[in-house]
């Protein structure tokens, strides 16, 4: 049994709390049938408008979640909207140090459900897992600076920027370094912002 696999049945458990929660999207974890789903609504432009590499072509995208998929270390999510059940996004915790109880987190979704405050419920719903479940110390992200929506929406949440922690990051074009801010949030961060959802 892996370290995530212990974890696997208290976080479906939540889960299913989340849907029946207020909540107007939640989150779930990733299973076999919402793959080929998530390979559609995955090349969506809008979704990398921000992205390093974007991933609006068939080849990209598969590319993209193929690596996903195999990566063992990784909590996978999609994210659905509560009405409907349909499915409109996905999220992750990955680099999953058990040693430094920290994991970096991503979250992408479709055009049409973006800017709403969906971010909102997803990340309050991850982060219970990430703190409650799993006791990590600290969850982090690097969003590029002129994603102006996700830091405004971390930054809302409670989410802090680490100075020492930005990064300038390679793109596609070599000539061209993306500047990123280092976003965290602590467990002690996540107890005093009343994002907690009791489940």
């Known amino acids: 049994m892996t370290n995530l696999a212990q974890f696997t049945l208290l976080t479906q458990s939540f889960s299913r709390s989340f849907k029946q929660s207020d909540c107007g999207a939640y989150i779930q974890p990733l299973v076999d049938q919402d ?48 009405e409907t059940d349909a499915i409109i996004g996905f999220t992750r915790l990955k680099n999953m140090d058990f040693d430094h109880r920290r994991a970096e987190t991503g979250t992408w979704l479709i055009g049409d459900q973006q800017g709403k405050g969906l971010n909102k419920y997803i990340k309050q719903q991850l982060l219970t897992i990430a703190f409650d479940v799993l006791q990590l110390n600290e969850v982090y992200c690097y969003v590029n600076c002129d994603n102006n929506p996700s830091v405004k929406s971390l930054l809302s949440l409670g989410f802090e920027i ?29 107890q005093c912002s009343g994002l907690r959802l009791s489940c």
């Open 35 to 82: 793959t080929e789903f998530m390979q559609l609504i995955g090349i969506d432009p809008r979704i990398w408008r921000f992205a390093r590499f974007p991933k609006s072509t068939p080849e990209s995208f598969n590319h993209y979640f193929t690596n996903v998929l195999s990566d063992e270390g990784s909590f996978l999510f999609s994210v659905r909207l509560k």
């Open 162 to 190: 680490k100075e020492a922690q930005q990064r300038l990051s390679p793109t596609h074009n070599e000539m061209v370094d993306m500047q990123q801010y280092y976003l965290h949030m602590t467990a002690e961060m996540f």
